[in-house]
Structures are given as structure tokens and as C-alpha cells.
């Protein structure tokens, strides 16, 4: 009897670990949204229509885009990751502090981040 106790509880681990090593696809409605980046050129959605434009004003402050998602937000030359939980530059000085700040209704970021500029535009 604890032969069969011991194998039965043995084959329940093992289909626990099947089932959470390889779990099936994604149900129906479920969406892995990409990562938005940001070029460390001009601080625009990285390949993205406004990319590198020449004619586009530069910030007087950063150098990059006047207005684009990453002015002031990142340093030039290195493209910056925006995180996916509250919009601002992965890592960066803001990354996941809403102290004082509200989460935007339209994309679920913080407000006036950069991941707010590019989905909600403003």
C-alpha cells in the first residue's frame, strides 16, 4: 500500500511539473504587448515615422527631439527600453515611483510618461 501511496503522489508531482514546464498557448484574448523603445538619437519610437528626421527642432536641454517621448527623459545616444508597467524609461530615475502622480485611463501608465506620449499622445 505505500508503494502505491508513494507512486501515485510520485506521478502527481511529475504532472504538476509537465503541466507547469510546458504549459499550452495563451487562452483566447490574452496579448503579449511589445516592448516600445526609443531611439538614443532623437528619443522617437525607434523605426518609427518621426526616427531621426532631420528637419525636427532639437531640445536645448537634452539634445534629442524637442517633444518626443524621450526628450529629458533618457541620455543621448543609448536607446532606452520604456517598462511596461509604468511608461517611463526602464531603469531610469522614475521606473516604477508614482508618488504624487496619477495612471492615465487610455493606456494604463503613468501620466505624461513616455509610454503615455506614444500611445495616448500627450
Excluded: Q, Y
Excluded at 7 to 17: I, K
Excluded at 67 to 75: E, L, R, T, Y
Excluded at 87 to 94: F, L, N, S, T, Y
Amino acid at each position: 500500500m505505500k508503494k502505491v501511496l508513494m507512486l501515485l503522489s510520485m506521478l502527481m508531482m511529475f504532472g504538476t511539473f509537465v503541466s507547469i514546464a510546458a504549459p499550452g498557448p495563451a487562452p483566447a484574448g490574452d496579448s503579449v504587448e511589445k516592448a516600445i523603445v526609443l531611439c538614443g538619437g532623437c528619443g522617437e519610437v525607434k523605426a518609427g515615422e518621426k526616427c531621426c528626421k532631420a528637419e525636427a527642432a532639437k531640445c536645448g536641454g537634452c539634445e534629442l527631439h524637442k517633444g518626443s517621448p524621450g526628450c529629458c527623459k533618457m541620455a543621448k545616444g543609448k536607446d532606452a527600453k520604456l517598462c511596461g508597467h509604468c511608461g517611463e524609461v526602464a531603469g531610469g530615475d522614475k521606473c516604477c515611483k508614482p508618488e504624487g502622480r496619477e495612471k492615465c485611463g487610455g493606456c494604463n501608465t503613468l501620466k505624461g510618461s513616455a509610454a503615455c506620449k506614444v500611445k495616448c499622445a500627450g
